[in-house]
């Protein structure tokens, strides 16, 4: 998983979802594999829950990103060697063998967003922009992650002939990719998000970006396959 985001400040709520797999509201079984800012700290931090429950957390060092600014972050995991990554501006900040397990991607995913309340309401939203998310069903090498960031705001090439010079070639495997172009369209799949209480769009990193007020904004996406 990879994507641009910017977060607003480091107040308010201190953890802020990228991206998380999750039940609906009052889902007994909770939440599934996420990928969250830490914002006070400035931490990146993935738990990868995986198909029994079991957690299988790391993260960053503090202080790898910080406010205002936009940062292309990503997420790796090769359930092959174990091995989990994670990237901040096409380099890799944190990488730790988790051991070898399916990740727990079977829910619905949000962005910006925690909404199971299984653990005693939705408490966590992300207060920011979060643009060009982007899904693979496979692991991306560091060259690969680099070469999408390298391409900054001429981003990943779309299939259009429009598509400018010097964007990032789609590497293969891509199968789901939220543009936020002024809607929630899935690019590749028609796993289409809708958006939710009021979710805007914003000048983003490429185009628009969707922007979440920190309160109640998010994205959903019903569950698929990956």
């Not at 979802?17 to 914002?39: N, R």
């Not at 643009?131 to 779309?158: H, K, M, V, W």
Request: aromatic residues 12%.
């Amino acid at each position: 998983a990879n994507a641009w985001m910017r977060y607003d400040n480091a107040g308010g709520e201190p953890l802020r979802p990228i991206l998380e797999w999750s039940g609906e509201p009052g889902d007994a079984g909770g939440y599934g594999s996420h990928f969250y800012l830490s914002a006070a700290a400035g931490v990146l931090f993935a738990n990868l829950v995986d198909t029994s429950g079991t957690y299988h957390v790391f993260e960053t060092a503090a202080g790898v990103v910080t406010p205002g600014a936009f940062y292309h972050v990503a997420l790796t995991y090769d359930k092959t060697t174990g091995e989990a990554k994670l990237y901040r501006n096409g380099e890799v900040v944190a990488s730790q063998n988790l051991g070898i397990f399916t990740p727990m991607t079977a829910k619905n995913l949000y962005i910006g967003a925690r909404v199971t309340d299984v653990y005693g309401g939705p408490a966590y939203r992300f207060a920011g922009t979060i643009d060009e998310i982007q899904l693979f069903s496979r692991t991306l090498s560091p060259n690969e992650i680099q070469a999408i960031y390298n391409a900054g705001s001429l981003g990943t090439c779309i299939t259009d002939p429009a598509a400018p010079s010097g964007c990032s070639p789609i590497p293969t495997g891509l199968t789901h990719w939220w543009r936020s172009q002024g809607t929630a369209l899935d690019y590749r799949k028609a796993t289409h998000g809708t958006l939710a209480n009021g979710t805007t769009f914003v000048n983003g990193m490429l185009g628009n970006a969707f922007a979440f007020d920190g309160v109640n904004d998010y994205v959903s996406v019903p569950a698929f396959n990956m």
